[in-house]
């Protein structure tokens, strides 16, 4: 029998939804009881545990199942199975649409600006601009591609053609569904939502590099160094913005900004790690109605807790040369990163919480006019994109730091 990809999905969202309903039942039963007791009982502790873990481990079965499923509509859209149509890096799409412009230049001379183009195809698929670290894939059918996850990768990621974004943002939700008599009479339960209306300016992120003139000769090199360089430090501004961007000045308002505190120091048992925490912040977000996806660490913190080891001096995490494709705690991704301030860590919602707009994609622009370029025989290269973080639904990330 030919495999069902439909069936398959239809029959683990089921399974999604069946656990998802039980841990949201739970979870403020949980939090209530580490409050009154000063911590989970053993037995409770468990029952969280192995809940977390395996709505983890089906949410990533599910997400892998769409990715396949969106890679293989991708394929069969553009013709090809990883040929001519796979996507291309920045530098190559530069090169492929701007090759005649640039030889042209080498001969007669850059006079002024000019621009390369503006290219919005930037993606985190296999060989794009898009992606910051390089990428290799494992042996598995379905398997995710074996590269450094950025906050990019976490939120939504949508497009606008205006330069201010409005939207509506949910700052509170009460009441809930319950089971209620079909008599004609009883009024339905009320899940009531407050909204309120918010607008952010689309931000600018650009860089410049400095090149010699005769590298227009060599485009193989020019195509390196706006992949290696320029690229990658638009984008690694892109991504600090989106995670803690304080929404001052140019800044953007980004997702630690307008995060809902973390609220349960009380429920705390005693000498607490980060791993407790990172629980309870669970339990908080599951609380609200939000299902976790992933979670956000310092480097520093994140290493701390890979080498946690027990009482026999094994490590915690298991054998730390058996690494996984990405790392995961009860089956939620694990996202370290230098933006996170040491101490601190994001956990949600993230798919759910935020969308990132994107009003431009990057442009390429080289001039000879800028400073004292023709005394040197340098031209300037300058990139940059457009876009803007709209925090939707702060109920959805709970973030924590520490008390002064």
Not at 56 to 62: D, F, T
Not at 148 to 173: H, I, M, N, S, Y
Not at 296 to 315: C, F, H, P, Q, S
Request: one cysteine or more; hydrophobic letters at 40%; charged letters at 25%.
């Amino acid at each position: 029998m030919a495999f069902d990809m439909e069936q398959a999905f239809g029959e683990f969202k089921a399974e999604f939804d069946k656990v998802t309903g039980n841990i949201n039942k739970s979870a403020q039963a949980a939090l209530d009881e580490a409050k009154r007791l000063g911590g989970l009982t053993e037995e409770t502790k468990a029952s969280v545990d192995k809940a977390l873990a395996e709505q983890g481990e089906l949410k990533g079965r599910l997400d892998e199942m769409q990715a396949s499923a969106r890679e293989l509509e991708q394929r069969v859209a553009n013709g090809v199975r990883g040929g001519a149509g796979a996507a291309k890096s920045l530098g190559q799409m530069v090169m492929d649409e701007a090759t005649d412009k640039i030889r042209a230049l080498a001969k007669s001379g850059v006079q002024g600006d000019q621009s390369l183009g503006v290219f919005n195809a930037i993606t985190s698929l296999p060989g794009s601009g898009g992606v910051l670290v390089p990428e290799r894939r494992e042996s598995e059918i379905i398997a995710e591609p074996d590269k450094k996850l950025v906050v990019k990768d976490l939120v939504t990621v949508g497009q606008t053609d205006q330069p201010l974004l409005k939207f509506f943002r949910e700052v509170a939700r009460t009441g809930a569904a319950g089971i209620v008599p079909d008599d004609g009479v009883t009024v339905k339960p009320l899940i009531d939502k407050t909204w309120v209306s918010e607008s952010e300016e689309v931000r600018t992120i650009a860089g410049r590099m400095e090149i010699h003139k005769h590298m227009l000769d060599d485009i193989p090199a020019l195509r390196t160094d706006i992949d290696t360089t320029l690229t990658y430090e638009v984008n690694k501004v892109e991504n600090a913005q989106i995670l803690a961007g304080d929404g001052t000045g140019e800044n953007m308002s980004g997702l630690i900004t307008n995060a809902t505190a973390y609220g349960q120091t009380a429920r705390e048992p005693a000498g607490a790690t980060i791993l407790d925490r990172l629980r309870l912040a669970i339990l908080q977000v599951a609380a609200a109605g939000y299902v976790v996806d992933a979670n956000v660490l310092n480097i520093w913190d994140w290493a701390a807790a890979e080498m946690l080891k027990d009482t026999t001096g094994r490590y915690i995490f298991g054998n730390p040369f058996d690494g996984t494709a990405t790392p995961r705690l009860w089956g939620r991704r694990i996202v370290d990163t230098e933006d996170m301030p040491e101490g601190d860590f994001l956990t949600g919602a993230f798919k759910m919480a935020a969308t990132y707009y994107e009003r431009q994609g990057i442009e390429i622009l080289l001039s000879s006019e800028n400073r004292d370029n023709f005394d040197k025989n340098m031209l300037t290269v300058r990139g940059e994109k457009r876009g803007v973080v709209a925090v939707k639904r702060p109920l959805a990330l709970c973030y924590y730091t520490p008390t002064p």
